[in-house]
């Protein structure tokens, strides 16, 4: 069954620090792994969208990295803001047409000051 | 502001009803995806059109049922509502398929009662 596990389920960090969240698959076919982030309330806002061969993608503050071989994507967030007070969500694609989509349970973040 | 237009925000209703959650996608986009978000369950992926046409289905139960129209706007309707059926309803939408981010609405907060 495809699966999509990712931790910690929830953190707390001090605004300025950097954290790093975790994204474990056992999508296949594999075809590219997305991060959301969504505000309590709002729907998700994608961050990056990385495919096979993409190691690393950044949007801003954001950094994802993505090893295909051992099934393991991360976000990193430097800086963090009081705005970055979210769930991230992980999600695998299986096919190009980005509708075979299986969703993490997302990791819960909240900065505090 | 994503560009995706759901309604209504909210809706409450009883068991064995029927209602209709609408969609209006991004200017230009062609793809429109629905999503199910309940309590204890990440978002789960119900149904994708492309141009007015299905496209995927996800796990979309048989008493629930989408279109889309020729202006692309979407209707997502669910029938006999069960208590479980109580959830956020997601709509999101992408100019085709494909490796392209998906843009969400705010959703429709479903709650039988």
């Known amino acids: 069954k495809n699966q999509v596990e990712q931790s910690p389920q929830s953190l707390i960090i001090l605004e300025g620090k950097n954290c790093t969240l975790q994204?474990?698959?056992?999508?296949?076919?594999?075809?590219?792994l997305r991060w959301y982030k969504q505000d309590t309330g709002r729907g998700p806002v994608s961050l990056t969208i990385?495919?096979?061969?993409?190691n690393t993608k950044s949007n801003g503050r954001y950094t994802a990295t993505l090893d295909a071989d051992t099934k393991q994507s991360s976000l990193h967030i430097t800086a963090s803001q009081l705005s970055d007070s979210a769930s991230y969500i992980c999600v695998v694609s299986e096919d190009n047409a980005g509708n075979m989509l299986t969703f993490g349970g997302g990791t819960r973040l909240m900065v505090k000051p | 502001d994503s560009g995706v237009t759901q309604t209504p925000k909210h809706l409450i209703t009883a068991t064995g009803q029927r209602v209709t959650l609408r969609c209006s996608p991004r200017s230009g986009d062609l793809s429109v995806y629905w999503y199910q978000q309940s309590l204890d369950q990440g978002l789960q992926f119900l149904i994708q059109y492309y141009n007015g046409e299905e496209r995927a289905k996800g796990n979309i139960l048989e008493r629930f049922s989408a279109q889309q129209f020729p202006d692309l706007h979407s209707e997502l309707n669910l029938s006999s509502l069960e208590l479980g059926d109580s959830a956020l309803y997601f709509c999101?939408?992408?100019?085709?398929?494909?490796?392209?981010?998906?843009?969400f609405g705010d959703g429709t907060r479903l709650s039988i009662l």
């Open positions: 999101a939408s992408s100019p085709s398929s494909g490796n392209q981010p998906q843009h």
């Open positions: 990385m495919t096979f061969s993409e």
């Open positions: 994204c474990n698959y056992t999508v296949s076919p594999f075809s590219n």
